[in-house]
């Protein structure tokens, strides 16, 4: 049975299990976008509503809101709950919602629940964490929960999946009207307050009161009502005198003196309430202000270990099949321009890519066990004193440390951070952490000038310098920082609280996911960009203005007429493509990029890069295919170690041109998707550009510093 579009809401708060449960109930039937109107991140996916038979009811859509404490915003992704729950003409507004609440900090949590309860939408209250709260040594009575909150409350674990079948009867029997809750309001309103609501319910043709208060304290936040609707509140809160902060303060007492019982009630202690032993053994040392960075060290240190000590073998058989594959399809097709460009355009191109799959696939996946164990919150708490010395608080790690993955949602994540001030410096400096898409560069790189040898016995060279770039970008985004902090001027208070969950084992199927997300989105998005790119780039280096490929071919086969065949066709590949648009154009910003010890080639490379930064090496493949220096099909790291500089005869890629290009690429502004979303999330373009301009600065001089010295 289809859904007739009916969407179900999950609403929680943060760490409470609600996206692990989100991914449990939708599997690979996921999609992500952006909320209808704003540029918060959506989640969504088909949800199959089954009932205890595992027999299909339904098909439905779930809709993952995002984390919060309350229906009241501290962030921009919080606006978002509201602005849907509030708006029976969004698009997302659910028939259902159900609420994911950690059974082991129920009162907490319930505050959530009464506020959702009270806007008059059918709930299903979701008890997580019951493993948590177990070993707590609390129990949580989930039938006398139902009975006093008056609606249906089941007991899950999202992480295995626990009660989903219980789950899934609940929201049927809601849905079909079966159990109608006898609604209950945890918040009476004042005389005042019911007569301004009687007011508001009239003009806006509400039925409810909570949400008519809604109107009152956020209808600011409201994206669905038009200026004079505002206004005309503004007049009503003036009209009765309504205190925002009185009322606040006041709801929230009175929500608790009504939840307090409820919970004496459902929930019983057996002994004292402390955390797990292993949490508290744990966080003597992760959260300790010494051994605190030390251990945080040794795991960045391990996983760029892991980069290249797990994903060589796999890169090496994908490299050479590969260049397997490109010599087959050479073969097969008849000599011409479609082979040229399918073999050496597009293949080749695409071939600098996939080769780095195992190295994305590992950094992804450890970097969702270290979110998923709970260890990145310890990050976040015990880096705030850090960050605030660069203008900075503890959640500024959470889109630094995104950054590592890409920039584009690093940049979207610094709405969680309440204050103005901080969040902008966070969206200057993200660009400055190295995102995955650098990695392929710094790999090749690296792998030219590094030696696999062992440092210790154990540490691997390579792994050691991949970690001093990021720690080198690292150190540039908190440098940038505090620049920054000295020229913007603070304009509201700072201030950092963050719950810090449990550790859990990793749940290994949304790890997997996570990995498999990662890849599918690297390769496709990546691989769009580069086929365009690869294919733009072979018309613009096969083909040249007027006949000057044609001249500069006829001189080089006059020049080597009594040199072997072999070299006869190589100089003639690389005269053509030095006189193409490309080598053209190349030659052309040549000059401003030489003092870095880059050439030509490598100038169409840097630019071509700027629409994705994973494209360097898949353009490098391209042009070093067209170039033909050699007959034989071969890898990339071989095309770049081949390379000779036509000036010195010596090797292009020397240490000083590579680690040239590794620190320019370790402060360059990241891609142009970077930039648009800086521009999306400052509303104009008075900081992308001062961005681009500061970042671009940064790496010349620092690319032209390292080249001269090591020169």
Not at 283 to 294: E, K, N, Q, R, S
Not at 611 to 619: H, I, N, P, Y
């Amino acid at each position: 049975m289809k859904s007739e579009n009916i969407k179900i809401a999950l609403v929680g708060n943060p760490n409470a299990g609600k996206s692990t449960l989100f991914n449990a109930l939708t599997g690979l039937r996921q999609k992500t976008g952006n909320f209808p109107g704003v540029t918060v991140e959506k989640k969504s996916g088909t949800y199959n509503l089954k009932g205890s038979g595992n027999q299909l009811i339904r098909e439905v859509t779930l809709v993952d809101l995002p984390g919060t404490y309350s229906i009241y915003p501290k962030s921009k992704d919080e606006t978002v709950v509201m602005d849907i729950l509030a708006n029976p003409k969004h698009p997302d507004f659910p028939s259902v919602i159900i609420v994911v609440a950690d059974a082991s900090n129920l009162q907490r949590n319930l505050l959530l629940f009464t506020e959702i309860n009270d806007l008059g939408i059918p709930a299903v209250l979701a008890l997580n964490m019951l493993d948590v709260a177990s070993s707590m040594n609390l129990t949580v009575n989930a039938v006398q929960l139902a009975m006093q909150l008056k609606v249906p409350v089941v007991r899950i674990n999202a992480r295995t999946g626990e009660g989903i079948v219980n789950l899934n009867d609940a929201v049927s029997q809601v849905l079909d009207q079966k159990f109608k809750p006898a609604l209950t309001y945890f918040y009476e309103p004042t005389e005042n307050e019911g007569k301004l609501i009687e007011e508001v319910k009239s003009y806006y043709h509400l039925d409810n009161d909570y949400v008519a208060l809604q109107y009152v304290c956020q209808h600011d936040n409201f994206s669905f009502l038009e200026q004079p609707a505002r206004v005309k509140l503004d007049g009503l809160i003036e009209k009765y005198g309504f205190d925002e902060n009185h009322f606040l303060a006041t709801e929230t007492i009175a929500r608790y003196e009504k939840i307090k019982p409820i919970v004496s009630k459902a929930v019983k202690s057996e002994g004292g309430i402390e955390p797990p032993y292993w949490t508290r053994k744990l966080d003597a040392i992760l959260l300790h202000p010494f051994w605190g960075y030390v251990t945080f060290i040794f795991v960045l240190l391990v996983i760029f270990q892991a980069i290249f000590a797990w994903a060589s073998y796999p890169m090496d058989l994908i490299d050479a099949g590969t260049a397997a594959t490109i010599e087959w399809v050479k073969g097969i097709l008849p000599e011409g321009v479609l082979n040229d460009l399918i073999t050496d355009g597009i293949l080749a191109g695409i071939g600098g890519i996939i080769i780095f799959i195992p190295q994305i696939a590992i950094l992804f996946g450890l970097v969702a066990i270290l979110e998923e164990s709970g260890y990145m919150a310890r990050v976040m708490v015990i880096m705030d004193k850090l960050m605030r010395k660069f203008g900075l608080n503890g959640r500024s790690v959470v889109p630094l440390i995104s950054g590592v993955a890409c920039a584009v949602p690093a940049i979207m994540t610094t709405r969680s951070i309440s204050s103005r001030y901080e969040r902008l410096i966070t969206i200057l400096v993200t660009p400055l952490m190295s995102c995955s898409a650098r990695l392929p560069i710094f790999a090749i790189l690296i792998a030219l000038v590094v030696p696999s040898t062992k440092v210790f016995g154990i540490l691997n060279m390579q792994g050691l310098v991949l970690l001093g770039l990021y720690f080198l970008g690292l150190v540039g985004a908190l440098l940038s920082a505090w620049l920054l902090s000295l020229f913007l001027k603070r304009t509201e208070p700072s201030y950092f609280m963050l719950e810090v969950p449990t550790y859990k084992l990793p749940r290994w199927g949304h790890v997997g996911f996570t990995m498999y997300e990662s890849v599918k989105s690297f390769v496709f998005e990546a691989g769009k960009i580069i086929m365009a790119i690869s294919i733009i780039l072979w018309v613009l280096a096969s083909y040249g203005p007027g006949d000057k490929m044609e001249a500069a071919a006829a001189q080089a086969q006059q020049q080597m007429a009594q040199k072997p065949q072999e070299q006869i066709d190589a100089a003639i590949a690389s005269a053509r493509l030095e006189n193409s648009y490309a080598g053209s154009f190349g030659r052309f910003i040549e000059p401003a990029i030489r003092p870095l010890g880059y050439d030509w080639k490598i100038g169409i490379a840097l630019l071509a890069s700027f629409a994705a930064r994973e494209v360097f090496v898949g353009t490098m493949a391209t042009i070093y295919s067209i170039s033909g220096d050699t007959e034989d099909v071969l890898t990339v790291k071989q095309r770049l170690i081949q390379e000779k500089n036509p000036e010195t005869g010596g090797p292009m890629y020397t240490p000083a041109v590579c680690y040239s290009l590794l620190i320019f690429y370790v402060f360059a502004m990241m891609c142009m998707s970077t930039i648009a979303v800086v521009y999306r999330e400052t509303h104009g373009w008075k900081w992308p550009m001062i961005q681009l301009a500061y970042l671009t600065v940064l790496a010349y001089v620092s690319a032209f510093a390292v080249y001269q010295l090591m020169s």
